[in-house]
């Protein structure tokens, strides 16, 4: 099946070790986004690239960054996280810019110790 | 600026029980229309969309939802509540011509047997 894989599940890192979560579609969608979660709140847009271009959220802050080497894949990037980043990390996709075809993948769940 | 708003941040319902969860948007153009649910532990599924024509969209597991224009609302719905249907719902709206979809702030719903 066509699928958004997040990898991996459950990550835990220590507070300022920088750590990547990384995103893979097989729905060769143009669309990928990174959503931080977290507990008992909305998902919240961090940023997204369409094909190439990349578009960061203005209140999304520095210490995240990302990647997309490919259409295939994307990488979310902390370069320093806080106790405060601890949150579920989502990945989605979309075929184009009107979100037909939105997909999320099963989510990252980040602890920061 | 976009936003969503959902009104009932809890809802309490016992089986069988009718179902209508409030969801509303700022944004005057045309929008794509969305409600997920978020299942304990789980990650977010689609329930339904609305892109256009028929205002009134059937989902999956008996949900429903009515797209009101003039009101800027796009209610769920669903005659008779399950113990299964426990979870967390999420409005979500794509503003036409762009790439995001911003997320209302969810409403946890619990039903008891």
């Known amino acids: 099946d066509a699928m958004v894989i997040q990898n991996p599940r459950y990550q835990v890192t220590q507070f300022g070790k920088p750590v990547t979560l990384s995103c893979s579609q097989t729905l060769n969608h143009n669309v990928m986004y990174w959503y931080q979660q977290k507990s008992s709140q909305a998902p919240k847009l961090l940023f997204h690239?369409?094909?190439?271009?990349?578009?960061n959220e203005a209140d999304t802050p520095d210490n995240f960054q990302s990647r997309r080497p490919n259409t295939s894949f994307c990488f979310l990037d902390i370069r320093s996280p806080g106790l405060g980043d601890t949150a579920m990390y989502l990945c989605?996709?979309?075929?184009?810019?009107?979100?037909?075809?939105?997909?999320f993948g099963s989510g990252t769940r980040l602890t920061v110790v | 600026a976009q936003s969503v708003s959902q009104h009932n941040h809890h809802v309490i319902l016992s089986e069988a029980a009718s179902l209508e969860l409030g969801c509303n948007y700022s944004y005057g153009g045309t929008v794509n229309l969305f409600w997920y649910v978020q299942y304990p532990g789980q990650h977010l599924q689609l329930l339904l969309k609305?892109?256009?024509?028929?205002?009134l969209v059937k989902g999956i597991k008996g949900f429903e939802a009515e797209f009101i224009k003039s009101k800027f609302s796009f209610n769920l719905r669903k005659p008779s509540v399950q113990w299964s249907d426990t979870a967390e719902y999420f409005c979500?709206?794509?503003?036409?011509?762009?790439?995001?979809?911003?997320f209302g702030t969810g409403t946890r719903l619990q039903v008891f047997p």
């Open positions: 690239y369409y094909d190439k271009d990349f578009n």
């Open positions: 989605a996709t979309s075929r184009d810019r009107q979100g037909i075809g939105y997909t």
């Open positions: 609305y892109f256009s024509g028929d205002p």
């Open positions: 979500a709206v794509n503003a036409y011509g762009t790439d995001k979809l911003i």
